[in-house]
């Protein structure tokens, strides 16, 4: 993989935990007006229809149905995401393996290489 794309899949349990017409989001959610970079990363599950109709969202190559933000991009340059669902309690929860603190590290460059990080 070359330093600029970047590779987000699922795990076949994330893809039977979605809905028909669901996609799973990577989403950057910004934390602070101060520094327009800011923010953090959210997975969630939505109606693919109306992701569709957002224009900070891009479909991401692929069989998988997974929307990114537009923002997020530069922080995924050269990894590779993996995402994974669980269920518990009745309840579906969305995960990737990227770091906690993904979002913080990135705005201030401190994101592990690419290499120690893909899968």
């Known amino acids: 993989m070359d330093k600029y794309s970047f590779?987000?899949?699922m795990t076949p349990e994330a893809r039977a935990l979605l809905?028909?017409?669901e996609a799973l989001v990577l989403d950057?959610?910004?934390l602070t007006m101060c520094c327009a970079g800011a923010g953090e990363v959210v997975l969630y599950?939505?109606?693919?229809?109306?992701?569709r109709k957002r224009k900070g969202l891009?479909?991401?190559?692929?069989e998988d149905p997974i929307y990114a933000a537009r923002a997020i991009f530069p922080h995924l340059a050269g990894r590779s995401v993996r995402l994974d669902a669980k269920k518990t309690f009745g309840l579906r929860?969305?995960?990737s393996d990227l770091p906690g603190d993904f979002g913080?590290?990135?705005v201030m460059g401190r994101l592990p290489e690419p290499?120690?990080?893909a899968r």
């Open 115 to 117: 290499e120690k990080t």
């Open 58 to 62: 891009v479909r991401l190559k692929g």
């Open 19 to 21: 809905k028909p017409g």
């Open 45 to 51: 599950a939505a109606r693919e229809d109306s992701l």
């Open 93 to 95: 929860r969305f995960v």
């Open 28 to 30: 950057w959610t910004r």
């Open 7 to 9: 590779d987000v899949s």
């Open 104 to 106: 913080l590290r990135a």
